[in-house]
């Protein structure tokens, strides 16, 4: 049984992504997941010559993840803190971190990461 935050949530995206028009009730047993994507471009400048750079990512608010990290088209780590080497090795390239979160907790809708740029 749904309790009725849950309920009404799910009536609501029925209601809004139009699944009501194509047949779907509440109550039918189909899967369908909300996927939502982000795509967030930060610059940042390193603020030491000789120093070594690293990358460390937070999963949030108790959610589930993974996560990547790339230097450029690389694979530099899954799931773990990268080393991106020291300045000079990294002019000109992007690093990029790519995450996948589930949202795990009923209490919230909410989903986050936090990307820490370690330096030294």
Do not use: P
Not at 62 to 81: C, F, H, N, P, R
């Amino acid at each position: 049984m749904l309790s009725k935050n849950i309920a009404s949530k799910a009536i609501s995206i029925i209601q809004k992504t139009g699944l009501a028009e194509n047949g779907f009730r509440v109550g039918d047993k189909r899967n369908f997941m909300a996927t939502t994507y982000v795509d967030l471009d930060a610059n940042y400048k390193l603020l030491t010559e000789d120093q070594a750079v690293s990358v460390e990512v937070i999963v949030g608010n108790g959610q589930i993840g993974s996560y990547s990290i790339y230097l450029g088209k690389a694979l530099i780590e899954v799931d773990k803190t990268a080393n991106l080497g020291t300045k000079s090795g990294l002019n000109g390239k992007n690093a990029s971190v790519i995450a996948s979160i589930r949202d795990s907790l009923t209490e919230t809708n909410w989903t986050s990461i936090i990307v820490n740029i370690i330096e030294g």
